[in-house]
T-cell receptor, first 113, second 113 residues
Framework: DSGVTQTPKHLITATGQRVTLRCSPR?????VYWYQQSLDQGLQFLIQ???????AKGNILERFSAQQFPDLHSELNLSSLELGDSALYFC????????????FGSGTRLTVV | QQQVKQSPQSLIVQKGGISIINCAYE??????FPWYQQFPGKGPALLIA?????SEKKEGRFTISFNKSAKQFSLHIMDSQPGDSATYFC????????????FGGGTRVLVKP
């Protein structure tokens, strides 16, 4: 157990629907990062939050949004889902914004049918 | 734009052999280079990392070699074991970006007993 908790582990939904993925960071970590992992695109950075504020944005679609709450858990919202959104979505956390490795959760596997 | 290129995509090595994975980067602002190991169904886990002020770092059977002028770095797995069979990702980040990692495409390593 890495200490980063992601729920749900699996999600199957239809095109056009909206889903919410949840992440609880490791105790004491202030930064949360979201990554999308697909077979053809590898690990793609989506967005980072630090202590409730957005700090960096990557290749995140406008249909996707995220937030970090006062208790530091984060949610990634995916709307108007398309077949191509099927992927593994990972959350990672780190203590701050300095150097150091991330700790990844086990991911949420999203399947859009 | 893929800023970190990783090769090979896959490799097979006999138990006891040496696995070598190479990465090249383009962004000269990168100054933190970690390697992650991912087993099926799990999130990536930090294996070893290096800063550009050193040319080599060794932790157990894992060694990172870094060539700043060539903008290349590599992972060597010595005395490869079947338990090392996993996907390995190199990554890079500039400190100024708040530890936002850019990942290579991954290398699937299979160690045959």
């Amino acid at each position: 157990d890495s200490g980063v908790t992601q729920t749900p582990k699996h999600l199957i939904t239809a095109t056009g629907q909206r889903v919410t993925l949840r992440c609880s960071p490791r105790s004491g970590d202030l930064s949360v990062y979201w990554y999308q992992q697909s077979l053809d695109q590898g690990l793609q950075f989506l967005i980072q939050y630090y202590n409730g504020e957005e700090r960096a944005k990557g290749n995140i679609l406008e249909r996707f949004s995220a937030q970090q709450f006062p208790d530091l858990h984060s949610e990634l919202n995916l709307s108007s889902l398309e077949l191509g959104d099927s992927a593994l979505y990972f959350c990672a956390s780190s203590a701050g914004q300095g150097l150091g490795g991330y700790t990844f959760g086990s991911g949420t596997r999203l399947t859009v049918v | 734009q893929q800023q970190v290129k990783q090769s090979p995509q896959s490799l097979i090595v006999q138990k006891g052999g040496i696995s070598i994975i190479n990465c090249a980067y383009e962004n000269t602002a990168f100054d933190y280079f970690p390697w992650y190991q991912q087993f099926p169904g799990k999130g990536p886990a930090l294996l070893i990392a290096i800063r550009p002020d050193v040319s080599e770092k060794k932790e157990g059977r894992f060694t990172i070699s870094f060539n700043k002028s060539a903008k290349q770095f590599s992972l060597h797995i010595m005395d490869s074991q079947p338990g090392d069979s996993a996907t390995y990702f190199c990554a890079a980040s500039p400190v100024a970006a708040g530890n936002k990692l850019t990942f290579g495409g991954g290398t699937r390593v299979l160690v045959k007993p």
